[in-house]
Structures are given as C-alpha cells and as structure tokens.
C-alpha cells in the first residue's frame, strides 16, 4: 500500500500534538485579546477621548499675553530710568455659550527733557471687556453646552469603535479557528480515502496477475486516488493559511502544533460579552448625527453677531520728576471718568456664512441618516443570508445522522462477516473507512452550523 510519508507525518502530528502544551480555542482568544493590535490601538483611541474630556481640550483655557518695550538713550547707565517704556498685559476667558471676559491692562511713560529739568509723564489703562454671542445654546432649547456633549459623545463613539473592533476580531479569530478545523478534517477525509485507494490498487494488481481483473480498472481507481490527492492537498493548503490568519489575529506566532480543535455547547459563553451588546456601528451611526445636529447648534452660536460691552476708568496723572513717579499715584483709587462703549459685531451675519452652514449641514444631515439606513438593511440581508446557510446545513446534518447511522450499523455486521472469513479485509476496510468519513463530514456540518449560529448572534 502507497502511503505519502510526509502526510502521514503531518497528520499523525495533528492527531496527538494536542496532548503536549496543549493550546485550546478559549486560551487563543485570551491570548488575542490581550496582543491584537487593532485593539491596542482602539483602546488607546478610547483612553484618549477620556483625557480629553477631562480637560475639554484646552478650548476654556484663558489666553494671556504680556508684551514690553522700552527706548535707551545712548548715555544710559543702568541706574537710571530708561527714555520711555511702555507695558501690556492681555487676559482672555472663554465660556460656555459664546461668551468671552477680556482684561487688559497697560502701562507707559515717558521722560522729557525740559528747562535743565526731566520730567516723567506716566498713562495708565484698564479695560474691562465682555462679548456675547445673541445666539447662544440656551436660546436654541439646547441644555447641554455644544463643545461638552461633542466630547461626550465623541468618548462614546470611540467606546463603541472599540467594541467593534473587539467584537470584528473575536469573530474573525472563531471563522478562522472553524475553517482550519474543517480544513484539518478534510485532510483526514482525504487521506483516508488515499490509503483506501492504495489497498484498492495492491489487491488490484494481484488480481491482474491471474487475469481477474482489468487495467482499465485500475487506472479507474488511480485516477480516484488522484483526484483525492489534489483534494489534499489543496485541504493542506487552506489549513495553513487559516493557521497563519489566526496567528495574524492573535498578533503572536503560536505554535500550532499545540493547538487543539474541539468545540463544545459552551462555547456561545466566551463571546457573551460582545453578543448581549447593541450593534455598535448602529450606535456610532446614530452619534454621527448626533453630532452633526449638535455641530449646528455651535454654527449658529458662531455666526450669530455678537455684542461686546467694555468699560475704562480713565485717570489724570500729574507730572513728577523720574525720581517722585509715585507721587501721582495718589489718587489712582479715583478715576476722573468712566468710558463705557457698547458695540455689535454683524459681519457673520452678512458674511453668507450662516447660509453656508445651512447648506452644508442639510446635506451631511441626509447623507448621514442614508447611510446608517443603508447599513441597516445590508445588516438584514446578511442575517438572511447566514440564515438560510444555516438551514442549509441544518438540512445536511438531517440526512448526514441518517447516513451515519446506517454506517454504523453496516459495520457491525461486516465486522461479524469477517470473522466468519465470509469477506475479505479490503470489504471490511471499505466500510471502515466509509464511517469515519462520513463521521468526518458529520463533524464539518456540525461546525458549520456552530459558525453560523454564532455568526447570526454577533449581527443581532
């Protein structure tokens, strides 16, 4: 009998490495959890959109800036005053709702040169200033402040990114796990079917020899033999390559050696945290809408005028000597006067751009909403394409039962035949063979059927 070695070697591999370090499916998935590294980088997205919730991305920050200039004489020594100076000190908070507080504060001198005399002039300015947007978030029946719920929702959006991420690589990780496992069962199919032909083909041959039998007849089963070989390796072929994509997803090079494939009722149990969640490209969907409303909420604040108020209290310094500055401090505390000065800035109004603005969140309004209608029903005709494979195999495992139990119940009574020496070992091997394929197969539509089944929970 003709037996591929290196198969043979390959097979028998597969068939007891599981005993050493074994690797099971709920250790991979572990595994992968926890060095797939689109979920590190989801994950790390997700960390971040909390950082910046925190701290609202620095768009409350105040702004201060402070600027100085001062003229020297060429004579200047270090210990006298310089011929002019001048100081600014600006100081700006934003708030909510389009409203900004504005101090600002500068200070300058001069000295001049009189009758034999220097004389110091010094001008002091504060002003206090407030803008307002006239449209602000509140006026539109808005509660929450635009730029907090964006961040809110933008921390949700990467939560339900990761999540999906999680959930697209478990799911991937389970498809490839069932494909190498059927893959590893179509090997054993063909091989057995292999070392059939080879005992065929022998017990052939000395059946030529005494003018029983036919070449044509053996070149029949040669060519079966064949076919099953190409049909190896091509199983051999997949096998390897669902084996390599797993360890892709996994984002580590496991042996494979030390994986094992076995399947249990429980296994529904390792992806409950991702079956019993909502689908998170349908909740992303809806937050991009979301968005997109709350974004024209802050357009319209934006682009609505805005009133400014400002008021300075203006002083009348004397002149002093450099020497006596502080002498017309005195009455600082007194201004002489108050300026107040009222103003509305309209240009975002007649700029166009609130038009624009329109325009444009009318379109990614609607074009928002088609795509989370057009993902929807892809969704549905997916879940009825899973649904019916699944009937499908429902259907074959019916029938392969039947088989398989027809089998097992002519093995039997060939195993008796041929302890009566009633038929040969090829007869007895034929059958042999025949119910571990068909246990074989069994075994694929009942993986298929645990794929699928799986599969349809995760589009639920």
């Not at 009133?307 to 600082?332: C, E, M, V, Y």
Request: aromatic share 10%.
């Amino acid at each position: 009998m003709r037996i591929n070695k290196k198969v043979m070697f390959l097979i028998m591999l597969l068939g007891i490495i599981d005993f050493i370090f074994p690797l099971s499916f709920e250790e991979l998935l572990e595994m992968t959890l926890e060095s797939n590294e689109e979920i590190k980088n989801s994950l790390s997205d997700y960390e971040n959109s909390l950082v910046t919730l925190e701290t609202k991305d620095g768009l409350y920050a105040p702004t201060i800036i402070v600027s100085s200039s001062l003229t020297i004489p060429k004579d200047y020594e270090w210990n006298s005053n310089p011929d002019n100076f001048s100081s600014t000190l600006t100081y700006t908070q934003p708030f909510p709702g389009g409203t900004a507080l504005s101090i600002e504060t500068d200070y300058s001198f001069e000295i001049i040169n009189g009758l034999g005399n220097k004389i110091m002039k010094q001008n002091p300015n504060l002003t206090l200033s407030i803008s307002q947007s006239l449209f602000p978030f509140w006026m539109q029946r808005k509660k929450k402040e635009p730029i907090k719920f964006s961040l809110e929702k933008q921390k949700e959006y990467y939560y339900n990114e990761l999540l999906y991420i999680k959930k697209t690589v478990v799911q991937n990780l389970f498809q490839h796990y069932i494909n190498a496992f059927i893959a590893r069962n179509e090997m054993f199919i063909n091989q057995n079917n292999i070392e059939l032909y080879d005992e065929q083909i022998e017990a052939l041959e000395l059946l030529k020899a005494s003018g029983n039998v036919t070449q044509s007849r053996i070149l029949e089963i040669e060519n079966q033999r064949w076919t099953s070989q190409q049909a190896l390796m091509t199983a051999q072929s997949n096998y390897v390559n669902y084996i390599s994509q797993l360890k892709n997803i996994a984002g580590t090079d496991f042996d494979e050696q030390n994986l094992t494939f076995s399947i249990d009722e429980g296994v529904e149990l390792l992806f409950s945290e991702y079956i019993k969640d909502k689908d998170p490209i349908e909740l992303n969907n809806k937050i991009k809408i979301e968005m997109i409303e709350n974004s024209r909420v802050l357009e319209k604040q934006s682009s609505a005028p805005v009133l400014n108020f400002s008021l300075q209290p203006k002083w009348s310094l004397g002149i002093t000597s450099p020497d006596g500055w502080q002498d017309a401090w005195s009455d600082f505390c007194n201004p002489v006067a108050w300026k107040a000065s009222l103003s509305v800035n309209l240009s975002p109004m007649i700029s166009g751009i609130a038009k624009q603005n329109k325009k444009k969140y009318e379109i990614n309004h609607k074009q928002a909403e088609e795509n989370d209608a057009a993902y929807i029903k892809q969704k549905r005709i997916h879940m009825e394409q899973c649904e019916n494979i699944l009937r499908h195999f429902l259907i074959e495992k019916n029938t392969i039962e039947q088989l398989y139990s027809y089998a097992c119940d002519e093995l039997e009574g060939y195993k008796s035949q041929y302890e009566a020496n009633a038929i040969s070992k090829l007869d007895l091997d034929t059958v042999m063979v025949r119910v571990e394929n068909c246990r074989l197969s069994k075994e694929i539509i009942e993986l298929n059927i645990s794929l699928y089944n799986i599969l349809l929970k995760f589009l639920q």
